[in-house]
């Protein structure tokens, strides 16, 4: 079985990994999506609260799997027999930090290879901090989000208010 993983920090998923995961589940049998424990990274979102927006998300793709990992991704692929490491790419500037990502990675476990796809130009602009920046001083970015990303915004923004 061809078991891939797609990585990242989903904080939240949007319109543009949804996008790549279209694309990307013809390719392999399994694709696991994980989101990373990340002590560093301040989250709007908890990783339970993430995990279940991408379940709810792409439950209508029966070969995406949800999961969460901490520590090395590398040893986490070996774990899960992964042959492959699905990321996006949007702009030229996203391709600096990936290629150093995907080199570090291929020094740790050689066997597995990054996959990269270019998102399509309608979501070019999108990532997971604009949305948050943009909903949270009170923008429309519900075509940009899954239907549960933007009720949990909504319910975030209410909170906070
Ligand atoms: O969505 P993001 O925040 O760009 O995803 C980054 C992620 C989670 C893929 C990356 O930070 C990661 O793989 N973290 C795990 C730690 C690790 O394995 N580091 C070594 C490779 S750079």
Redesign the pocket.
Same mark, same amino acid.
Request: net charge neutral; proline share 10%.
């Given at each position: 079985m061809k078991v891939a993983v797609y990585?990242? &920090?989903f904080d939240p998923i949007t319109n543009g990994h949804i996008d790549i995961l279209n694309k990307t589940s013809k390719l392999f049998d399994k694709i696991i999506v994980s989101v990373?424990h990340n002590v560093t990274k301040n989250a709007l979102f908890s990783l339970e609260e993430r995990v279940e927006m991408i379940k709810e998300s792409t439950n209508h793709m029966d070969n995406i799997e949800v999961d969460s990992f901490n520590g090395?991704? &590398?040893n986490y692929l070996q774990e899960k027999q992964a042959i492959a490491i699905i990321r996006g790419l949007r702009t030229v500037s996203d391709f600096e930090y990936e290629m150093h #990502?995907s080199m #570090?990675?291929k020094m740790l476990i050689p066997e597995v290879d990054t996959i990269f796809i270019m998102s399509d130009s309608k979501n070019i602009y999108v990532s997971s901090s604009g949305i948050k920046e943009a909903a949270l001083l009170g923008g429309d970015i519900s075509s940009l989000v899954p239907k549960a990303v933007n009720m949990r915004l909504g319910e975030k923004i209410k909170k906070n208010d």
């Open positions: 990585p990242g &920090s990373v090395l991704l &590398s #990502m #570090m990675n």
